[in-house]
């Protein structure tokens, strides 16, 4: 023996988060949600009096007790830093304005515009979010891992393409279909920046990160294959290589609308992938085999029904995520291995906050042993 801590041999003291993203034994099953610091709380909504949302995002004390808020309300299994997947833009130099839909100062359509976008370090562009994770790591209970996270490259480049939203993406489509070298040089623009943003993080402490790729369903196979798939490697594999005293973090991956997609979702290469309701858990598992956890996939919309409603959804997801493993009792709403328990997409501004702290709640309850 050295003087060094022993390295366990049961990984049973970290976090239930980080061993479910590894698809380690667990108690019970972890549940975060998506944009869990948010519109809904009170606490959030008061700060928000006072402080803009760029403000909050820019400002390390604010974005750290934003990040906070749901950890002590909801008690939830992860903490994902406060801040928007557009917050790298302004390093690029594009403005962005929250009303609260983004609103981008110019669209980025021409080769002009493309080629006077710049590829920022992120410790230059946005060392707020680097403090940010810093004081976080100290406040954080060590039970609650920080995910730290990202826009994909695609998704980021339709709001520079469409200069905000969209709904149908015409601009995006425009580009990718008349000027497809156009598209791979922006791509490549917003990877560079990306694949920095996220790697700092890492370095900075966050202990696993997760891509948001939310407009990539509005592809087919064949296109996600050749504008968002090798973007969102890129990225992941940059983060992923930071060495920390923690080894490799575990990264997750969240594709809009993916049911159709799903296993070249899988081929990103992400230790998770997230889920949305359009698809049963069950099948999500056949189709993207047991090489990944998957991540989901309660509807946003039963927090807006009563807590008996909540409460047999949480059942029923669990149930799925059970299905197919072996041995597991038929109907045992009982942890599975490699699922982590969250919304299919972020939650509503409308639901009622009790609602939230009720879901978290009744999955600690269900997939504790005994408790189904
Ligand atoms: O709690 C968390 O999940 C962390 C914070 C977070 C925000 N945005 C805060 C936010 C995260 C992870 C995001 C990601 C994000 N932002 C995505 C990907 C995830 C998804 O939902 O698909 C996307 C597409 C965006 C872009 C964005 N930012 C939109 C479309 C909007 C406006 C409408 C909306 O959904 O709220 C924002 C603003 C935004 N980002 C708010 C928050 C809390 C609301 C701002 C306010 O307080 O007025």
Not at 44 to 53: N, P, Q, S, T, V
Request: some cysteine.
């Amino acid at each position: 023996m050295t003087g060094l801590p022993a390295a366990s041999p049961s990984v049973s003291h970290e976090p239930l988060f980080l061993r479910a993203c590894r698809r380690q034994p667990v108690e019970r099953t972890p549940v975060w949600i998506m944009r869990q610091a948010g519109r809904y709380l009170p606490e959030y909504r008061a700060l928000r009096e006072e402080h803009d949302f760029l403000t909050a995002c820019r400002t390390p004390e604010l974005a750290c007790e934003i990040t906070l808020q749901p950890v002590k309300r909801l008690g939830v299994d992860a903490a994902i830093l406060f801040s928007d997947i557009l917050v790298p833009l302004p390093g690029m130099g594009v403005e962005v304005a929250f009303e609260p839909a983004p609103v981008l100062e110019r669209s980025i359509r021409s080769a002009e515009d493309v080629a006077g976008l710049r590829t920022p370090e992120a410790a230059e562009a946005t060392g707020f979010v680097l403090e940010a994770i810093g004081l976080l790591r100290r406040e954080l209970p060590e039970q609650v891992p920080l995910i730290g996270f990202a826009g994909a490259p695609f998704t980021v480049a339709t709001y520079l393409i469409e200069g905000g939203g969209s709904r149908s993406f015409a601009a995006t489509k425009e580009m990718l279909f008349a000027a497809p070298d156009l598209a791979h040089e922006l791509l490549g623009k917003c990877t560079v920046t990306l694949a920095s943003y996220l790697a700092e993080q890492v370095a900075a402490g966050a202990q696993a990160v997760m891509l948001f790729d939310t407009w990539a369903g509005m592809l087919g196979p064949r296109d996600y294959e050749e504008f968002a798939r090798p973007y969102a490697w890129r990225v992941l594999n940059a983060a992923s290589q930071v060495a920390s005293l923690e080894g490799a973090p575990p990264t997750l991956y969240y594709a809009g609308e993916s049911a159709g997609y799903l296993e070249l979702c899988a081929a990103v290469g992400a230790d998770v992938v997230g889920v949305d309701w359009r698809i049963g858990l069950d099948e999500a598992r056949r189709r993207l085999g047991d090489t990944v956890a998957v991540q989901g996939n309660l509807d946003p919309g039963v927090l807006l029904g009563p807590r008996e409603r909540i409460r047999e959804r949480v059942a029923a997801v669990l149930r799925e995520a059970r299905a197919l493993e072996l041995g597991g009792e038929p109907g045992s709403t009982a942890a599975a291995p490699g699922h982590i328990f969250n919304l299919g997409h972020g939650i509503l501004p409308a639901t009622p906050p009790e609602h939230a702290e009720a879901l978290v709640a009744f999955v600690r309850e269900l997939s504790s042993p005994g408790g189904a």
